[in-house]
Nanobody, 115 residues
């Protein structure tokens, strides 16, 4: 059974930093894409950043230059370093893993940025 364990969310002041981590277990084959999405209250879930198993990255425009995604293929982990956080980064952040035609989601971790 595939499980995604997220950690690292919390409360931070604007301009601060947080690091999110996600560990995937129960997967024995190559994970194609690992990434992070977020959903703010009243808004749709949106891509923050993802990375393929060969290192290709995608970032949403609002986080470019502030967030950095990294991945350890041997450990099936993905992390998101978030710097210069803004109020509008407040959301529930979800880890997502794609393996073949299957999608898996974490339970979400709250990130709250205060003024």
């Amino acid at each position: 059974q595939v499980q995604l364990a997220e950690s690292g969310g919390g409360l931070v002041q604007a301009g601060g930093s947080l690091r999110l981590s996600c560990a995937a277990s129960g997967i024995s084959s190559v994970i194609n894409v690992m990434g992070w999405y977020r959903q703010a209250p009243g808004k749709q879930r949106e891509l923050v950043a993802d990375m393929s198993n060969i290192g290709t990255t995608t970032y949403a425009d609002p986080v470019k230059g502030r967030f950095t995604i990294s991945r350890d293929n041997a450990k099936n982990t993905v992390s998101l370093q978030m710097n210069s956080l803004k109020l509008e980064d407040t959301a529930v952040y979800y880890c997502r893993v794609v393996r073949g035609r299957y999608n898996y989601w974490g339970q979400g971790t709250q990130v709250t940025v205060s003024s």
